[in-house]
């Protein structure tokens, strides 16, 4: 972390400003609704304390849903010119590694005091959407609230409840209503899924790896995959994430806005399709993309996941950039959408937190608490961050994936490749999921394409895996 820019551990002056803290903001603004009465829910990971957002939903007419998304008032008891967000401001972002979580705040903010827990009464920024029974967005709104997570839920039971596969979990079934509420969400979630899709979304199947312990001992690196409850809060997400962008536009208010340009490598795209037999035009085209990918799942699904690898590698990153109303920045090519920003996760991203500053201030009729030039620098810093701490968890993760091959030394494994380039050949394998360069035999291969691999070396500390190709794989 040292290394890449990045704060391992908060200074004396952060520690001591925290210490200071000792409760969670409360209402002081009569323009701050009481919402505590709805059945507000969080869905995340199983051990995850850091809560940045709850849901609920209520039926309307003619099909309709109103949704409320609840975001946790970071900003309430961070500061913009204190030390703790002059942390934030160098880390930008929580990292999260195999060894250990290295959060965006003290702990004491961000799975506490600023935590929308379980019976925690919090402030929150809410938007309010209408989704229309075809899944467009009727119209929408924001503000601050009072409000309180009734269940404290996880994605794998909710996701084999919506299944139907199991039944619902304790939390859930403790609070009446709950369930119908959570079939709602479900629905309208759904909706805002197909007409995203319709305009050209992308449906990627992407793997995140969660390192598994065992009396403090790493046994094995499993690969955490989506499910129904994960893609219901992330289609909200996006939702939400919109709604706040057009809501700065239509205030005046400058705003820090999540594109991911037309990717450079389209015609290595256009290619794996044309390996397949299918055809995808030369421009880069997110519909026809999707259309293909859709095809592919269908067709082949045990290959999908690594088609959806070597897609995403090719799209490059995301990264940040600063829209003034009037002049508009390049859409979101893999969300196929225009207007998108990141606001729903402020005790875990830094940008988060900047977006959550200015929609108080719209809200308040203040000027923005930041100018453009501001934005436009804190745009490139929170974007190389981004990457730095991407970095660093890809390196720990390599440095536990060489921990557990180290005594396998010359065996063969199944592998697709991820990069290319004049750096070097990197492939991934899945058993453990890990990734490694090719020292030798890498000539000719392209992102994308699988090949069999042999593992001649590990070196644990500094996270390298080399492998010899030896064969494609038929």
């Known amino acids: 972390m040292l290394q890449r820019g990045l704060q391992p551990d908060f200074s004396p002056e952060v520690i001591a400003e925290t210490e200071r803290i000792t409760r969670a903001a409360v209402a002081s603004d009569a323009a701050i609704r009481d919402l505590r009465g709805l059945l507000w829910a969080s869905i995340d990971n199983d051990d995850s304390r850091d809560l940045d957002q709850l849901s609920v939903a209520e039926p309307m007419a003619a099909g309709a849903v109103k949704v409320f998304i609840a975001i946790a008032d970071v900003d309430a008891l961070v500061a913009q010119t204190s030390a703790i967000d002059g942390h934030a401001s160098i880390n930008t972002t929580s990292v999260y590694t195999a060894a250990q979580i290295f959060p965006l705040l003290p702990e004491k903010l961000s799975t506490d005091l600023t935590s929308l827990g379980a019976g925690q009464e919090r402030l929150a920024v809410v938007m309010e959407m209408v989704i229309a029974v075809d899944g467009t967005l009727a119209s929408s709104d924001l503000y601050r609230a009072v409000v309180v997570n009734r269940a404290k839920l996880a994605y794998n039971s909710v996701a084999a409840w919506l299944d139907g596969t199991a039944a619902a979990p304790a939390e859930l079934a403790a609070v009446p209503g709950l369930d119908e ?3 709602i969400q479900d629905g309208a979630a759904q909706a805002l899924k197909r007409v995203r899709h319709a305009h050209g979304a992308l449906r990627l199947e992407t793997q995140e790896v969660r390192a598994v312990f065992d009396g403090g001992a790493l046994v094995e690196l499993l690969p955490d995959e989506k499910n129904r409850a994960k893609e219901l809060i992330e289609d909200f997400m996006i939702a939400a994430n919109g709604v706040t962008a057009r809501f700065l536009d239509k205030k005046g208010l400058p705003s820090l806005r999540r594109v991911l340009r037309v990717p450079k490598r389209w015609e290595r795209i256009v290619a794996l399709a044309a390996e397949t037999g299918e055809r995808l035009p030369v421009a880069p085209d997110s519909a026809a993309l999707d259309a293909f990918l859709t095809r592919r799942r269908q ?6 996941a690594d088609l959806s690898l070597a897609v995403v590698k090719l799209l490059g990153s995301g990264e940040y950039a600063v829209e003034v109303p009037g002049r508009p920045t390049e859409a979101h090519f893999g969300l196929a959408v ?4 990141h606001a729903t996760a402020p005790p875990r991203r830094f940008p988060d937190l900047i977006t959550q500053r200015l929609l108080k201030a719209a809200l308040a009729g203040r000027p923005a608490p930041y100018s453009v030039d501001e934005l436009t620098r804190l745009a490139r810093h ?7 701490a991407a970095k660093v968890e890809r390196q720990v993760r390599k440095s536990a994936a060489a921990l557990l091959l180290a005594p396998r030394i010359g065996a063969r494994f199944d592998a697709i490749v991820t ?12 058993g453990p999921v890990a990734e490694g360069r090719v020292v030798r035999g890498f000539q000719g291969l392209d992102v994308g394409e699988h090949v069999r691999v042999e593992l001649i070396h590990t070196d644990v500390a500094r996270g390298f895996i080399d492998f010899a190709a030896v064969r494609a794989r038929p």
Request: glycine fraction near 6%; proline fraction near 3%; charged fraction near 35%.
């Open 181 to 183: 509420q959570l079939r």
């Open 299 to 304: 067709v082949d699904p045990e290959q999908f």
């Open 338 to 341: 225009r207007d998108y920003t």
């Open 382 to 388: 929170c974007t190389e961050q981004e990457d730095n």
């Open 419 to 430: 990069g290319a380039s004049e750096k070097g050949t990197w492939v991934r394998i899945f």
